[in-house]
C-alpha cells in the first residue's frame, strides 16, 4: 500500500470512529464518564490550590517571619515517605489492572488489598501529621498559643481544608478499592471496572503530588 | 404501531407508578420533571420581582393586604429593606440557577438529546435520575431560608463577600445565607451529574451515520454547554466550600483584617474578598453562556424549519459555539473593572470581551441570512425564534458599550446593567425556552398548543418586555443603582420615579401576560387536539419517533442518519424536506448529503 493511500484510509477510519453508531474513543461510556468527572474534579482542585496561592502571595511573609511551612511538619520522616507509599499504591494498582486484563483473579484481589492497605496507611500518617499541627497551636481559624500572633492565621486553614477535601478524596477511594476488592474477590469485577476504579486512584495520587509540592516544599 | 408495541414489550416489565413518573430513569420523564419544576420556580421567581418593582415604582407606599400575607417582611404592609434586598437576590438566583440552567439544560437537554441523536436513553440513566432528585432537596432548602431568622440571604446574586461571609453583616447574612451556600452546592452536583450524561450520550450514543458534522444545532449547543458546565461549576463549588468555612469554620479565606461590623472590628484576617469575586465570575461568566448557548441551538432549527430553508453557514454555526464557549472562559474580568484591577489586565479583559462579539455576530448574520427571502411560516414557535433574535441584538449591543472599562465605570452597578443581561441574557433565554415548547410540545405530551394563545402570548410577550427593561437603560443613564431599595431618597433620581411607575405597570402586565402561557399550557396538556408524528414538517431525528416516544423511543432498530439536519427545500423534489433518517431517494440533481455548508439551490 503506497503511503498516501494509507493516509487515505487512515483518514477514512477515523471518520468513521466518530460516524455515529460506536463509540469515538473506542470505550465504554464508563470509563468516559469517569475521564470527564476526573477533569471537573480537576479545576475543583485548581481552585482551592488558586485561592492557596492567592493567600499566600497577598500574606507577603509565610507561614510567618523567618519561618518556613516545612519547619512544621516532619517532611523526610511522616510526609515524604507517606507520599511515597502513595505513589506505590498507584504501582500496585496498575499492577491489579493488569492482572484483571490478562483474567488472573487472584493477583487482582492481591494487589488491590495491597492498594487499599497503601491508602489506609496514608490516611493514619495524614492523620498523625494532622494531630502534631494541631498540638503545635494549629487551629482552623489560626495559631493559637505562643505561636498565635506570629503566624499568617490563612498558613493552617488552606493547610487544613485542602489535605482535608484531598483526604476525603482518599477515604472515599479506600471505600471505592474496598468494594471492588470484595467484588473481585467474587469473581464479579470486570477488567474495565478495575481500570476504571485505577484511575481515580492515579488521580487522587497525582493530585497530592502537587498539594505536597505547594504545601510542604516550597 | 406494532414497532412501539415491540419496544414496550422488549422494556419487558410494566413499571409501576413510582418507577414510571416519579423515581423514573427515563430521559423523557426526566426532562418532564426538570421542565415543570422549572416553569414552577418561574412563576416564584417572577413574583419576587414584581416585590421588587412593587417598592420601586410606589416606594414608601403601604399595601395593607400584602402587610397581612408577609406580616416580617412588610410590617403595616410597608416593604422593608432587609425583604428588598432578599427578593433582588433570590429573584437572581432562583431564575439564573434554578430556573434558566435546569430549564434549558435540565429539561430540554434530557428530553431532547437522546431523541435527536437516535439514542434509547442516556448513557447512565441511573445518574441521571439522581441529578433530577438532587433538584427538589436544593429548592426546599432555598426556600425554607425565607423563614429562617434574618430571612432569606440579601448578598445579591453574586454573594459578594464579606456580606456574604460574616453571620453579623446584614439581616440576610444569617442562617439565610449558609442555606443559599447548601442549596447551591446541592445543585451544582445535579449540574455535574447531568453534563457527565450529556458528553458521554452525546459523543457515544449518536445513531449510526450521525457524524458529529451532521448534528442538529440544538445537540451543539448542549453539547457545548455541558463541557461549559463541568468546567466552570466545579470553581464555584470550590468558592462555596471555602465560603462556608468563612462562615461557619471561623476562617478569612475572603475576610480582610481590620473590618469592622457596627464599628466592632471582626475576629478576622488574612484573606481577600477579590478571590471570591474571580472565583465567582470565572464561573459566572461561563454560566452566561451556558444560559445561551442552548437557546441558540434551539432557534437554528425553529428558523431553518419555519423558513423552510438549511440553515445558514453550518460550519460557521458550530465553530462560532465553540468559540464562544471557549473565549467565555478568558473574559470574567470584566465583571470586575471597578474592584481595583490594574489597568493592563481591565484592557485585556476589553479585548477577550470585544472579540467574543465576533462569534456572536456571526450567529446574528447567518440567522438573518437564514430568513433572507424565506416563505417565513409564522408559528408562535417562530415568533419566539424571531423574537429572541430581536432582543440578542438588543442586548448584545449594549453588551460592546459596557465591556470598555472607561464606560463600564461610569455604569457599573446602574440599572444600565440590569437593561443589558436581562435582554441579552435573560429575556432572548426564556424567549427561546418558549419557542422550544412550543416547538417541541407536540413531542413531549402528544397534544398541539394552541396556536391562537400562543400568538397573544408572544405579542404581550414581546412587548412587555421592552417597555420594562427598555426604559432601564436610560435609568441606569442617569445614575439610578441597580439594587437600590429608596431611589427617592436622592435628588437626582427623583426625576425618574414616573419612568419607575411606567417599569412597574409594564413588568406587571408582563407577569400577568404568561399565565396566558401557563393555561395554554395545561389545557392543551389535556384538551390539546392530537399531534401527529411530525406536525411541522421537520427533518430531526426526534420526529421519526412516535408523539410522545415509547419508553426506550425506537422500535426494534434504531435509526440511521442519511445526511444532515437542514435538508429543507431540497431541489427537484416533491416535499420541501428530507429527514435525516429517511432513505437516500434523490430523483435528480445533486446529493446534498453530509453537506455542512448551508448553501442551497434557488
Redesign the interface.
Known amino acids: 500500500m503506497s503511503e498516501a493511500l494509507q493516509v487515505r484510509e487512515q483518514h477514512r477510519t477515523t471518520?468513521s470512529a466518530?460516524?455515529?453508531?460506536e463509540?469515538?474513543?473506542a470505550v465504554p461510556?464508563?470509563k468516559?464518564?469517569m475521564w470527564?468527572?476526573l477533569?471537573?474534579?480537576a479545576?475543583?482542585?485548581?481552585?482551592?490550590l488558586?485561592?492557596y496561592a492567592?493567600?499566600r502571595i497577598?500574606?507577603g511573609v509565610w507561614p510567618g517571619a523567618g519561618m518556613k511551612a516545612a519547619d512544621f511538619f516532619h517532611v523526610t520522616t511522616v510526609v515524604g515517605p507517606m507520599t511515597f507509599i502513595l505513589i506505590c499504591s498507584s504501582a500496585t494498582m496498575a499492577v491489579a489492572v493488569g492482572a484483571a486484563r490478562r483474567g488472573d483473579h487472584r493477583t487482582t484481589v492481591r494487589f488491590l488489598a495491597l492498594t487499599v492497605l497503601g491508602g489506609l496507611a496514608f490516611l493514619g500518617m495524614q492523620a498523625y501529621e494532622w494531630t502534631g499541627f494541631i498540638r503545635e497551636g494549629a487551629r482552623?481559624?489560626?495559631f493559637v498559643g505562643e505561636l498565635g500572633g506570629k503566624i499568617?492565621?490563612?498558613f493552617p486553614?488552606t493547610f487544613f481544608?485542602i489535605t482535608g477535601?484531598h483526604g476525603g478524596h482518599v477515604t472515599s477511594g479506600v471505600i471505592y478499592l474496598l468494594v471492588k476488592t470484595i467484588q473481585a474477590s467474587r469473581g464479579r469485577a470486570s477488567a474495565e471496572s478495575v481500570e476504571i476504579t485505577g484511575l481515580y486512584w492515579h488521580f487522587v495520587d497525582l493530585v497530592w503530588v502537587f498539594i505536597f509540592t505547594l504545601l510542604y516544599l516550597i | 404501531m406494532a414497532h412501539v408495541a415491540h419496544a414496550e414489550a422488549q422494556a419487558g416489565h410494566e413499571l409501576s407508578f413510582w418507577r414510571k413518573y416519579i423515581f423514573s430513569q427515563d430521559h423523557k420523564v426526566i426532562g418532564i420533571q426538570y421542565a415543570l419544576t422549572s416553569m414552577f420556580m418561574a412563576v416564584l421567581g417572577g413574583l419576587l420581582a414584581m416585590f421588587i418593582r412593587l417598592q420601586l415604582g410606589w416606594p414608601g407606599q403601604s399595601w395593607p393586604l400584602l402587610g397581612r400575607l408577609f406580616p416580617s417582611g412588610m410590617p403595616d404592609g410597608q416593604m422593608n429593606q432587609a425583604f428588598y434586598l432578599a427578593s433582588v437576590t433570590m429573584h437572581g438566583t432562583i431564575m439564573i440557577f434554578f430556573v434558566l440552567t435546569t430549564l434549558l439544560t435540565g429539561g430540554f437537554g434530557n428530553f431532547l438529546i437522546p431523541l435527536m441523536i437516535g439514542a434509547r436513553d442516556m448513557a447512565f440513566p441511573f445518574l441521571n435520575m439522581l441529578s433530577y432528585w438532587l433538584y427538589p432537596p436544593a429548592i426546599i432548602i432555598l426556600l425554607a431560608s425565607f423563614f429562617v431568622s434574618g430571612g432569606a440571604a440579601g448578598g445579591g446574586w453574586t454573594a459578594y463577600p464579606p456580606l456574604s461571609a460574616l453571620p453579623g453583616a446584614a439581616p440576610g447574612s444569617g442562617l439565610g445565607q449558609t442555606l443559599w451556600l447548601i442549596s447551591l452546592a446541592l445543585l451544582i452536583l445535579a449540574f455535574l451529574f447531568g453534563s457527565l450524561n450529556y458528553i458521554t450520550t452525546i459523543l457515544q450514543l449518536r445513531a449510526r451515520g450521525l457524524s458529529m458534522m451532521r448534528l442538529p444545532l440544538t445537540i451543539w449547543g448542549l453539547f457545548v454547554t455541558a463541557i461549559l458546565s463541568l468546567l466552570a461549576f466545579p470553581v464555584l463549588l470550590a468558592a462555596a466550600i471555602m465560603l462556608l468555612f468563612d462562615r461557619i469554620g471561623g476562617t478569612s479565606f475572603f475576610v480582610p483584617a481590620g473590618l469592622l461590623i457596627g464599628s466592632v472590628p471582626v475576629d478576622h484576617r488574612g484573606g481577600n474578598p477579590l478571590l471570591w469575586q474571580h472565583l465567582f465570575w470565572f464561573l459566572g461568566h461561563p454560566e452566561v453562556y451556558v444560559l445561551i448557548l442552548p437557546p441558540m441551538g434551539m432557534i437554528s432549527d425553529i428558523l431553518a424549519n419555519n423558513a423552510r430553508k438549511p440553515i445558514f453557514g453550518y460550519r460557521f454555526m458550530v465553530g462560532s459555539i465553540v468559540a464562544i464557549a471557549f473565549l467565555s472562559f478568558l473574559v470574567w474580568g470584566h465583571h470586575m473593572y471597578t474592584s481595583g484591577m490594574a489597568p493592563v489586565l481591565g484592557t485585556a479583559f476589553m479585548t477577550t470581551t470585544l472579540v467574543i462579539a465576533v462569534p456572536s455576530a456571526i450567529k446574528t448574520f447567518n440567522w438573518l441570512a437564514t430568513l433572507w427571502r424565506a416563505k417565513i411560516r409564522f408559528t408562535s414557535a417562530m415568533l419566539f425564534a424571531l423574537g429572541f433574535l430581536s432582543l440578542f441584538v438588543t442586548g448584545g449591543l449594549t453588551g460592546i458599550v459596557l465591556a470598555q472599562p472607561p464606560v463600564d465605570i461610569y455604569f457599573q452597578d446602574t440599572f444600565f446593567v440590569v437593561a443589558h443581561f436581562h435582554f441579552v441574557m435573560a429575556s432572548a433565554a426564556i424567549f427561546a425556552s418558549f419557542a422550544g415548547t412550543y416547538y417541541w410540545f407536540p413531542k413531549m405530551f402528544g397534544r398541539m398548543m394552541n396556536e391562537r394563545l400562543g400568538k397573544w402570548h408572544f405579542w404581550l410577550t414581546f412587548v412587555g418586555i421592552y417597555a420594562t427593561f427598555f426604559p432601564m437603560h436610560y435609568a441606569g443613564f442617569m445614575g439610578m443603582m441597580r439594587r437600590i431599595y429608596s431611589p427617592q431618597i436622592y435628588a437626582h433620581l427623583q426625576g425618574l420615579q414616573p419612568l419607575n411607575v411606567f417599569v412597574s405597570i409594564a413588568a406587571f402586565v408582563l407577569f400577568a401576560a404568561q399565565f396566558i402561557f401557563l393555561y395554554n399550557f395545561f389545557r392543551s396538556l389535556f384538551r390539546g387536539p392530537q399531534a401527529e408524528r411530525n406536525p411541522w414538517r421537520a427533518t430531526t431525528l426526534e420526529w421519526e419517533a412516535p408523539s410522545p416516544p415509547p419508553h426506550l423511543n425506537w422500535g426494534e432498530t434504531l435509526p440511521t442518519v442519511q445526511r444532515w439536519a437542514y435538508d429543507y427545500s431540497p431541489p427537484d423534489m416533491a416535499e420541501d424536506f428530507q429527514p435525516q433518517a429517511a432513505p437516500a431517494a434523490v430523483p435528480t440533481g445533486r446529493s446534498r448529503e453530509g453537506r455542512g455548508d448551508g448553501g442551497h439551490a434557488r
Not at chain 1, 18 to 21: A, E, H, I, R
Not at chain 1, 43 to 48: Q, S, V
Open positions: 471518520a466518530w460516524g455515529g453508531g463509540s469515538p474513543f461510556w464508563a468516559l464518564m470527564l468527572f477533569l471537573s474534579d479545576f475543583t482542585f485548581a481552585a482551592l488558586t485561592g492567592a493567600m497577598t500574606a482552623l481559624t489560626g499568617q492565621p490563612m486553614a481544608v477535601f
